[in-house]
């Protein structure tokens, strides 16, 4: 069974970094697309951001991260990165990466995962 477990967050203070991941048990990130997505309290989830599977890698941004957030691969530790520069009170919400067995193109939209991981909160206040 696909498992993703993400890791990273806490609490930092605005312009301050953090950076997260999202690692894979029993199979291999590579082959497919990963979306890391973002829920605040009260608010919809949010595709924050997405890389496509190791052959392509290209990556999407929502606007309100561009610039600031990146996505990254580590494929010799089957692990994909969120780098989150700058941050944000706006920022604050709890953190998911997903993945899908038939997903390979970079996708910020939720219908398309199956897989989920449980979240890691993150909070931003001075």
């Known amino acids: 069974q696909v498992q993703l477990v993400e890791s990273g967050g806490g609490f930092v203070q605005p312009g301050g970094s953090l950076r997260l991941s999202c690692a894979a048990s029993r199979f291999t990130l590579y082959y497919y697309s990963i979306g890391w997505f973002r829920q605040a309290p009260g608010k919809e989830r949010e595709g924050v951001s997405c890389?496509?599977?190791?052959?392509?890698?290209?990556?999407d941004y929502a606007d309100s991260v561009k610039g600031r957030f990146t996505i990254s691969r580590d494929n010799v530790k089957n692990t994909v990165y969120l780098q989150m520069n700058n941050l944000k009170p706006e920022d604050t919400a709890v953190y998911y990466c997903?993945?899908?067995?038939?997903?390979?193109?970079?996708?910020?939209?939720?219908?398309?995962?199956?897989?989920w991981g449980q979240g890691t909160q993150v909070t931003v206040t001075s």
């Open positions: 997903a993945t899908d067995l038939n997903l390979s193109k970079c996708s910020r939209a939720d219908g398309e995962y199956d897989y």
């Open positions: 890389i496509s599977s190791g052959g392509d890698g290209s990556t």
